[in-house]
Every structure is written in C-alpha cells, then in structure tokens.
C-alpha cells in the first residue's frame, strides 16, 4: 500500500536519483562514441571488400579484415555493456522511489544494482581501450 510521504522525503530521494541520471548521461555520452566508433569500423570493412582480388595495388589491405571483424565485436560488446548499464540504472532509480512509496526498505538491492551498472560500465570502457588498441595496431591505413 502506499503511504503518505511527507515532502523532504520526497526531496530526499529526487536527490537519491541525482547521482544515477548523471550515470545515465555518461552512459548516453559513451554510447554516442561508441555508435560513430561502429559507424568508421563498418565504413573501413566496407571499403576493404570493396577491393578487388585482382587489384595488386591494394589488395594488401585486405589483411585487415580479420581485425576490422575483431574491432566491430570488441565494440559491438562495448555498447551492449553500455546498454545493459542504462537498463540496470533506470531499474535502480525505479526501485529508489518504490522503495519510497511502499517503504519495502530495498537498500541492499539499490546497492547491488549500482555496483552491477558501475561494472557494467567500467566493463565497457576497458572494451572501448581494447578497441582503440586494436585500431592503432596491425595493417598501415591509405586513403582508398
């Protein structure tokens, strides 16, 4: 049942839920990188099958293909982690203000969720890392 919540009650847990929008907008930030990141990785694999097998100038650039696949996977994992961190942080500030109208004292739950959204998080920057690694090593990059 729900029960009455007087108004610093309500102003305490709108200041709960602070902390996990500004999460949500680093999570929107970096899956905004993350997005044009996948955009020039499909571009480039796009451009490196375009090259014929016959043309000798080029076709050494297609030894670049198995990393381009590696880069679009580490990243494709890198935005689903981020998702799934935006998911989980939405569910977490749901379960704040439930807590707040049913008063069903779900603190160890919040606490879990944000430590699971902040690995989930971290989780995905290391991929970004990798990623970027991944970009800077192997075949030299021309202009097609």
Not at 43 to 60: C, P, Y
Not at 84 to 89: E, K
């Amino acid at each position: 049942m729900l029960k009455d919540i007087p108004i610093d009650e309500i102003t305490r847990v709108i200041g709960l839920a602070t902390a996990p929008a500004f999460l949500l907008g680093a999570v929107a930030g970096l899956l905004s990188l993350l997005n044009a990141r996948l955009e020039a990785i499909m571009a480039w694999s796009r451009k490196l099958h375009a090259i014929d097998k016959d043309d000798e100038a080029r076709n050494w650039l297609r030894a670049d293909i198995p990393r381009t696949k590696r880069r679009g996977r580490v990243t494709e994992t890198a935005i689903g982690l981020c998702a799934f961190c935006g998911i989980v942080t939405g569910w977490m500030v749901v379960l704040v203000f439930v807590d707040a109208l049913f008063g069903l004292q779900n603190s160890r739950a919040v606490a879990v969720m944000f430590i699971g959204a902040m690995t989930l998080l971290t989780t995905a920057l290391f991929a970004l890392m990798h990623e970027v690694r991944l970009s800077m090593g192997g075949c030299a990059h021309q202009d097609l």
